[in-house]
C-alpha cells in the first residue's frame, strides 16, 4: 500500500497508564451535538423533553440568536408534569402534534432525553414508538438521551446516530458506510478520494434527509470519520457491518492511514492509492508545514472537552512538532482511539475524566504554550498569561483530511501568533 | 410542558450566579450534573470575565444517582472551601438536582463550616434567572446585613448591579457621580463589587438606590423594613428620570438636589433642527420591565417618537409595565415568546425597535433598525469603551444609539428626491447596513381590522372584503422608499377598507397620504 507510519520507538500510548480523577467536569452535555447534527440532517428536528436549563443550554452554546424559526426545541417540563398533575406522555404528544402540523416539512424527530426526563424516568422510547405509528408514514420519531449524566459534549451525536441504526433497512449489499457528521464540503472530499480509487457504493450517516437509501448489513464495512462514535460502532456491528479500524483522518498521515485502511480493505492496488492521493498529501504537508513553523518545539495541554484529544495529539506532536505535556479526554475507547495511541509517543500524562481544579493546578505547574479547553476556562486561563485555544472551535470548523490539515494546524498556531504579535504591554 | 425555541431568561440558578460572579470572596456550591458548567461561559465569553465564575459545580451522574449523591455534594462543598477560603458559601440546586431531592442547604448546614453558609431555595421548574438572582440577593442581606450605627456623612447603597447585566459596570460609575454633586458618598455597591463583609456593613447607609428592581427589590424591601432604610423608586435612565431621581434622593437625605448638566446634550441634540426627523418616528418597545418603562419615557418626551406598543418578558414587571401601556393608550405584550414578540413587531410596522438583542434579529429579518436597550445580553452589549445607560452620560448615549441605526435627516431626504436613482434603488438598503441588508419579506403584513369613520373616497365601494392593488397604485407605490413602504401600505389599505374600498388606485394612495399627514 503506501509506506508504514513511523511508529515511535520509545512505544505508545496504548498501553500506558492512566491518570482518572473524579470531581468537577467543566464540559459540555451531550445536547449540544444538536447545534451541528440538525445541519446536517435537514429534515430532522430535535426536541428536547427538558428543563430551561437546556433551553438555555443550546441558544449560549450555538452562541447565536436564531435567525429562523431552528429545527430544534425544548419541551419544558413545568410544576404539573412533575407532580404527576399532568401525565407527560400526553403533554408530550400535544406539542409534538403542534410542533409537526407547524412544520410538515419535518421528516424525522428526535425526542432527546435531558437530566431531568432521566430522572424522572419519562419513557421516550415508548414515546416514539407511539408516535411513530401515529405520524407514520409522513414522519420517522426516533428518541435518544443527551443528558449530562449520560453524556458528555459529543457523544450526544454518538447517541444520536446510533439510535438511527436500529431502524436502518436490512440490505446485503457490499457497501462502504462512512459514519460522522462532517461538513458536506469534507465528505465530499473524502467520497472523491476514494471513488477515484473505485471504491463503492459509498454511503455516509448521518443521511442528509431521511428518505435517502440507506441500508446496513453483513455487506457492509465502515469507517468512523470522529472518535467519539463507540455507542454507533456497537450498534452497527450488531447489525453485522464490520469496523475497519485506522487513525482518525487528521493531519496528512492520519488521511492517508484512514484511507490506506479502506483501500487495503477493498483490494486497491498501491499504485492506484499512490496516484490518487499523491497531489493532495503533497498539498497538505506543504499546508501543514506552513502553519507548523509557530508551532515546532511548543508544548501543549489538553483539557477533557471535544474528544478529539488523542488524534489531536498524535497529529500535533507527530506533523507539527509540538510536545503533549497532558492529553486529557472525557473517556477514552481505546477500541477507537487505539491506532492513534499507537502512534503518540510516550511522555504526555493521558488522563481520563476530570477533577477542573486539580487539572488547572498541573496546568499552571507546566505553564504550557497551548491550552486546549472549553469556553469557560479560556479567558482565565488567557488571563493567567496562557494562550488557550477553544475546543470547541474544532467541531465547528472544517478539520479533517488532506485539504483541510493546514487549516487544522492553523487553527492551533493562531493563538500562538496572536500572543506574538500583540505589544500590549509597558515596554 | 411548553414548547420553547429561546428563551429571554436563563433557569433561576444562573440568576443566583450572576449575584456569586459580580462578588468576591462568595462562593456557590451548586448541586448540578455535568454539562450545567455550561453557564460559565455566559461569563468568561460575554462578559469576558478573566476569572472562571466562583462556582463549584457537584458533577453527579446516572451511576450516582442510585448511590450517593449526597455525599457528592459534602464533598465538593468541603473541596470548595478548603480551596477557595470563601467569606461565606451559597448553596443550591440546578433544575436536575432539585428533583432527586437531597437537600444542599440542609447538609451544608450539617457540615458545620466556619464561614456563614445561605441555602438557596429556586424552584427551577417555576421561575427564572432575575427571580433567581433577586432571591439571592436578598437572602443573602437578608443573612448577613444587620441595623449598626449610620456613617457621620449621608452615605447610600448601590443595590442591583449583577455580572452579566446590561450596562451596570458602566451605570455604577454614573450614579455614583450624581450621588457625589450631591455631597453624598457611597457606602456599598451590591451585589456586584461587593463582598459578604461589605453586605454586612449595608446598615450603616441612610438609604438604597434600587438601581434594577429586576434583581434587588425583594431586598431593598427586606431592608427598609429591617434596617430602616427607605430606597429610591426612580430609575435615572434619560433626562427627566435622571431629574426626579435627584429630587427622590434630596427628598429622602434632605441634601439640596443638584445635578451637573454640564455634560448633558441629549436635549439640545433633541432640540437641533436635524432631529426633525425623528418627529413622531413609531417606535416599539421590549424588553425588561426597568429599561422599558425608562425607554418608554424617553422616546416619547425626549426624542419625540410615537410609542406604538412596548411590553416586557418578566411577568414580574408586568403591572407597572401595563400600566404605563395603558396610560399610553395602548395594550402591553407581556410574553417570554419571541414569536409572539415578531408578530406583534410584524402587525404594528414599527419604523424602530428599541429591544433586546433577540429584537434587534427580528429588526434584521423584517428590514426595521433596532437599538438594544435590555438584557438578555449579548458580546456586543459589553463595549470597550463607557456606555452608561443612566445620569447625564446615559441619556447622552442612549441619543447616539438609539438614532444612529435610522437612517440620518438628510439622507431620508435624498432617499426621496432620487428614489429611482440607481444607488438608491430598493435592494440596496440603508447605508449604515453595508448595501447588505436583507431585504424586507412581505410589506407590512396583514392589514388591522379597521375602525369605521367615513371620509371621502375614491375608487369602487364594495361594503367590506379583500382589498386590491390596481397596477398602477402597486407601481406607484414602489416608489415610496422601502422603509416607509410598509407603512404606506398598510394606512392605506386600512384606509380603503375603513370606506369600503375595493380597489386601490394612485388616488386612493394619495388620498389615504393626505388623510395621514401630521
Redesign the interface.
Known sequence: MTELPRLPTSGGCRDVPILKQR??????????GIIWLHRKMQDAFF?V?G???C???L???A?V???A??R????????T??AGL?D?QT??D??VD??LTRRPDIKQLFLVGS??S???KLDLAKAAERMTQRHAPSVRVLNFSG????T?FTQGEDACLASMVPVLPKTEDRQLLLVGALPDVVEEQAIGLLEAMGIGPIKVLPAPRASDDLGVGPGTVYALTQPFLGDTHDALTRRGARHIPAPFPFGEEGTTQWLAAIATEFGVSADLFEQVTAAPRARARKAIAQAAEALKGKSIFFFPDSQLEIPLARFLTRECGMTAIEVGAPFIHKGLVGPDLDLLAEGPTISEGQDV?LQLDRARAARPDLTVC???????L??EGLATKWAIELVFTPVHFYEQAGDLAGLFSRPIRRADLLKLEVS | ???????Y???P??GAMRVATGMTGLHYVLHA??????????F??IE?????PPV???????R??GADTANLFKT?AQ?AYD?FKPQAIIVGA???AE??QDDPGGMAETMGLPVPTIPLEL????R?ENFGADETFFQIVKTLARPMERTKQITANLIGPTALGFRHRDDIQEVTALLSDMGISVNVVAPMTSSPADIARMGAAHFNVLMYPETAESAARWMERELDQPYTKVVPIGVGATRDFVAEVAAISGNEAYVDTSRLRLPWYSKSVDSTYLTGKRVFLFGDGTHVLAAARVASEEMGFEVVGLGCYNREMARPVRAKAREMGLEATITDDY?EVERVIEALQPEMILGT??E??IGK?LGIPCSVISAPV?VQDFPARYSPQMGIEGANVLFDTWVHPLVMGLEEHLLHMFREDFEFHDAAGPSHHGGHAPSPGAEGGAAPRPAASPRDFSGTETGGGQVIWLAEAEKELKKIPFFVRGKARRNTEVFAAERGVAQISVDTLYEAKAHYAR
Open positions: 470531581g468537577q467536569r467543566e464540559v459540555f452535555c451531550g445536547l449540544t426536541l423533553i428543563s430551561r436549563t433551553a438555555h443550554l441558544q449560549s452554546a452562541g440568536m436564531i435567525f424559526e431552528p430544534f426545541g425544548t419541551a419544558i417540563l413545568e410544576e408534569d412533575l399532568a407527560a403533554e408530550l400535544k406539542v403542534e410542533l437530566c431531568p432521566e430522572v424522572i443528558s449530562g449524566i449520560e458528555t481544579d472549553g469556553l469557560g476556562l479560556a479567558n482565565p488567557e488571563a | 410542558m411548553k414548547l420553547t425555541v429561546w428563551t431568561e436563563g433557569p440558578h444562573v450534573p455535568q454539562g450545567d458548567t455550561y453557564a460559565d461561559l455566559l468568561t465569553m469576558r470575565r478573566n476569572h472562571r463549584t459545580y457537584t458533577t453527579f451522574q446516572a450516582d444517582l465538593a473541596d480551596r440546578s433544575c436536575t428533583l432527586i424552584p427551577s421548574y417555576q427564572k414569536l438583542q433577540m434587534r434579529h429579518r449579548h
